[in-house]
């Protein structure tokens, strides 16, 4: 087994956050969901931008009936500028076993990330995960790009609470994560700071 580099940071399961003076548009304010983060790179979630497309226009989209409400009337989130034509479901743990469903990441210590169909079939059928969230396209960085963007301070980390995405108001979200790390948004600068 090969030992990680001391000096590595993972960022698996951890919220970044997005600095005021963020230039790109697509994560202006965003509060990102790291699903993994390794060597290859990092896959996230942005879990604070509702799109104007409900869960149950896209189970009609995707020909399933649609879940009972409140559940039909949840938005659709935008995940990220990656295959966003694509659905992912970033759901709670369902129990120890896990295999639940056919293509289903289990983050470490977080929660699960669902991209196959049979999850939605599932919420149709009145069963599948209580607490979820549902994105189109997914937000991804190569191997090295998001530690640099961190360097240059585009971005906070902090351990995720399973809290700020489901039981959160979406725009409370980004102050909410901020607050996990004790910042009021009001103290933040949009210019990096070198000494």
């Not at 989209?61 to 009337?73: G, I």
């Not at 369902?94 to 196959?116: C, F, I, K, Q, R």
Request: charged share 20%; proline share 7%.
């Amino acid at each position: 087994m090969t030992a990680m580099p001391a000096d590595r940071i993972v960022l698996t399961n951890q919220f970044l956050i997005a600095m005021p003076g963020m230039a790109d548009e697509a994560f202006a304010g965003t509060v990102i969901y790291l699903c993994e983060h390794n060597d290859n790179g990092a896959l996230g979630l942005v879990v604070n931008k509702p799109t104007s497309l409900t869960l149950g226009t896209l189970f009609e989209k995707v020909e399933l009936s649609p879940p009972a409400d409140p559940l039909a009337e949840t938005p659709v989130y935008y995940g990220g500028p990656v295959q966003t034509d694509r659905g992912f479901v970033l759901h709670e743990p369902l129990d120890d076993e896990g295999g639940h469903y056919s293509a289903t990441l289990a983050v470490p210590g977080g929660l699960e990330m669902t991209t196959s169909r049979d999850v939605l079939e599932a919420l149709s059928n009145g069963a599948g995960p209580k607490k979820l969230l549902v994105t189109l396209g997914y937000s991804g960085w190569a191997a090295g790009q998001l530690e640099e963007e961190i360097g240059r301070n585009g971005w906070l980390t902090v351990d995720a609470a399973p809290e700020v995405i489901f039981d959160t108001p979406v725009e409370q979200r980004y102050e909410k994560a901020l607050g996990l790390l004790g910042i009021d948004p009001r103290m933040l600068s949009a210019d990096a700071g070198h000494a």
